[in-house]
């Protein structure tokens, strides 16, 4: 008869107790699982969120010139000759060396018309790009459908006394006011914003791009080799990273990540303890049997294999159904968690890693039993037979 044997037979006649090691270690590693599975989700749908919250890279013309500004207010009259962005040449963003890392690159031609005696700031944007980008716009009407459909600024909308389903005429075409923008408190507020392409012809600026706002973020992107990167493709150009956004990203996703982990540390740790204890009482039950075999001539290390290779078995069921159960319950969770989220799915590599674990776990919770019950006198056990 193998050891292997012995070990089996000693779980088969001890379901109870065996029973009850693989519901332990099952609850700790289901807890670890779940609450890394609704991490992982959780730091995908907060990136989701935060990339779609705005740019965090700003592509502007070269100015030699000063700004004569601040908190707002201009002061003089400057004129900034700044020479501007062929639209052709933007598609050139993503052939950096990390375009893979790029989000939303939203172009933008910005320029001064009259309207209705007004000198207002009419932006082009392409809405497609620009809507998705711009989550925190509020929207009293429809968004832009049509090239001549316009969204109006708050401020604008109330000095130029429009509202939904206006006209205005721009240069030589006539647009329609689609939505009131609400107030951003931002420079939004006192614009027209209309079609990119729409809004470059009553500029007479067709094929011109007047700045551009970049999303990108991602898990350990290169936030600013990326600017550097777009940089060197754009000499012309002043490329600056808004390192507050990427900063608030980065620690809001690795606070996350600290309290799972924290968590999971502390479910070890009382995992090692419930088998450590039960190993050892169970070691303990087994006296007279452990006695037999040293006195039949089994060695201290046979005794330790057979019952390590026990704690083998029980840690493997254990990590087992411990990594399924887990993401059962994240996946049932996730819905409470986070209103609308998604399941990031089952990670194989962590379920390899919860079965190592369980069974790391089993074997060092057991060591000290084994070395114990190996090193049981023969004698002394045979006594209590």
């Not at 099952?26 to 699982?33: E, F, Q, S």
């Not at 989220?341 to 000290?368: D, T």
Request: aromatic content about 6%.
């Amino acid at each position: 008869m193998k050891l292997y044997h012995i070990s089996c037979n000693n779980l088969m006649r001890r379901k109870g107790k065996v029973i009850f090691l693989v519901l332990g270690l099952m609850l700790g590693i289901a807890t670890i699982v779940t609450l890394l599975s609704i991490t992982e989700s959780m730091t995908r749908d907060i990136e989701d969120r935060l990339d779609r919250f705005g740019a965090n890279i700003v592509m502007v013309p070269k100015s030699e010139n000063l700004a004569l500004s601040y908190g707002g207010i201009t002061v003089g009259g400057v004129n900034y000759a700044v020479k501007e962005f062929a639209e052709k040449d933007i598609a050139g963003i993503r052939e950096i060396e990390n375009r893979e890392n790029l989000g939303a690159v939203a172009p933008k031609v910005l320029g001064a018309t009259q309207v209705m005696g007004q000198q207002v700031l009419l932006m082009g944007v392409d809405f497609a790009v620009e809507l998705p980008l711009k989550t925190w716009w509020h929207l009293d009407g429809t968004a832009p459908a049509a090239a001549d459909d316009l969204i109006v600024g708050a401020e604008a909308a109330t000095t130029l006394d429009l509202a939904v389903g206006n006209t205005v005429p721009l240069g030589r075409r006539t647009f329609r006011v689609a939505a009131i923008l609400e107030s951003t408190g931002a420079a939004e507020d006192s614009m027209i914003i209309g079609d990119l392409h729409a809004v470059q012809e009553v500029l007479g600026k067709k094929g011109i791009i007047s700045l551009v706002e970049i999303a990108a973020f991602c898990r350990d992107c290169p936030i600013t080799e990326m600017v550097l990167q777009i940089a060197e493709k754009f000499p012309g150009a002043k490329v600056t990273a808004l390192k507050q956004a990427v900063m608030a990203k980065m620690q809001s996703v690795e606070l996350f990540k600290a309290f799972s982990y924290g968590i999971a540390g502390l479910v070890i740790f009382i995992g090692s303890l419930l088998v450590f204890v039960t190993m050892m009482g169970a070691v303990n039950e087994r006296t007279r049997e452990i006695g037999i075999f040293r006195a039949i001539g089994f060695r201290r290390g046979h005794v330790m294999q057979i019952i390590l290779l026990e704690a083998i078995v029980v840690g493997f069921l254990g990590g087992f159904l411990g990594f399924v159960s887990g993401n059962l319950i994240a996946w049932a969770v996730l819905p409470l968690v986070i209103p609308n989220g998604a399941f990031a799915g089952v990670n194989l590599s962590l379920g390899a890693l919860a079965i190592l674990l369980s069974i790391s776990l089993s074997l060092l919770a057991s060591l000290y039993p084994a070395r114990k019950g190996s090193s049981l006198d023969p004698s002394e056990a045979l006594r209590a037979l």
